[in-house]
Structure formats: C-alpha cells, structure tokens
C-alpha cells in the first residue's frame, strides 16, 4: 500500500482526481488539514488539523461501495470502543451528532474514496452554527487518537468487505442510525416526509410516507423534531 502524506492540502479527492494518471495504485492519500474540503452535493467539508482526513484510489469493482465504505469506518471505531452508527448515505453518526464523512467518486474506473472524520480536533476548531451538530472522537473519549493508524485499519475492513458482500446488507441495517425515525427528505427536486425503514439489498433508502413506500437510490436527509 503506497501512502502520501500532506501538511496542508486543498483536497484529498481533488489531488487525486487531478493527479489520477501519476498516482501508483493503490494508494491512501493523507492531509492534516484541508483547505478546500469537499463533502456530497458540492458542500464545504470543514476540515481543521487534528481530523483523519483521507483518499483512498484503486481500482476494483464492488457493485456495493456506498454500503462498504460507512462499514469500514464504523467497524474500526466499534472495535476500539466506539459506538459509531450510518446516517445514509454517507455520515458517520455517535452519539445522534455527526462525527465524519464520506465522498464517493469514480473516474476513469478508478474509485476515489474520501473520508473525513473528527478525531483530535474539538468543537470549537468548527464554525459556530455547526458545533451543536458534530462531535469529535476526543471530545467523546477523551484521549487522542493515532489518525494514520484508524485510517489504515478503515481501508483493511473496506478490502475485507469488497470480498464478503454476502454480510453487507444484514450489517449495514444493524448500523443504520434513523431507523424508524421521521425525515424530510429532498430527492428529484422535491421534498417529502417519511419514516425510514432501511435500506434495499442494493443501498436504496427505504422511505415509509402516508401515501406510499419509495425506494431512493439518492436523495438529502433532516431530522424532523
């Protein structure tokens, strides 16, 4: 596994994306801090020093990926004592606050694989309007975390998954965080209220409204209160 490390960095994904053909595959991309972070939709993803704040490149199928990375991520947290959960698509949840992020791109048959998570960093290090919103692992735990170490062990369990897709889906459920809770929900230009069920074999969002049962293959999640 080859791994690049970076002070300062705009973005992960963006130096591989723009480095792609140069990059010896595989390979982990690491960064202290990001500039210029990027989360799903084109949101900013703030990334002060002390996060774990990775691109993983290779190349490989896995019909299931949106699936497989969250797990790799809550399961090496859950073995070093960490209740982490799935918020779907793509956030890692403790504690009912978001604790990281995940961005999913591929080019040119190769997968980009960013991951974002709140290690050593605290509440304060974030803007204000998001502080009620996140948590961080050492706010949660109280120690400091060895970010290349849990950055090596998430891409391991992400490898192990890509060749064990027959458990995905039973414990991607058993991680899912909202289940049976109520959302709104803004997919294909709309917004909709439901109630979450789960997610299909595929990693489709199960929504429950009063009129009907969808299946969402995308879509933007808030809490109703």
Request: proline share 4%; charged share 25%; with cysteine.
């Amino acid at each position: 596994m080859n791994i690049i490390h970076f002070k300062k960095i705009k973005s992960t994904n963006l130096y591989a994306r723009e480095n792609l053909e140069k990059l010896n595959l595989p390979v982990i991309i690491f960064a202290e801090t990001q500039t210029g972070g990027m989360g799903r939709m084109g949101r900013v993803f703030h990334s002060p020093e002390g996060g774990l704040y990775m691109t993983y490149v290779d190349r490989f199928e896995a019909p299931l990926i949106s699936m497989i990375v969250p797990l790799g991520i809550t399961e090496a947290l859950i073995k070093r004592g960490v209740e982490a959960g799935i918020l779907w698509p793509n956030d890692i949840i403790l504690k009912g606050k978001k604790l990281g992020g995940i961005l999913i791109e591929r080019v040119e048959g190769v997968y980009l694989i960013g991951i974002g998570i709140n290690c050593n960093a605290t509440r304060e290090d974030f803007p204000v309007d998001l502080r009620e919103r996140i948590t961080t692992l050492k706010e949660e735990t109280g120690r400091k975390w060895n970010i290349t170490e849990l950055g090596i062990e998430i891409i391991e369990n992400i490898l192990l998954f890509i060749h064990r897709q027959e458990y995905i889906h039973s414990l991607y459920t058993e991680r899912m965080y909202g289940i049976g809770k109520e959302y709104r929900v803004e997919t294909g230009g709309r917004v909709i209220k439901g109630v979450i069920k789960g997610v299909t074999k595929e990693g489709h969002l199960i929504l429950e409204t009063p009129e009907e049962t969808l299946t969402l293959p995308s879509a933007t999640l808030w809490r109703v209160a």
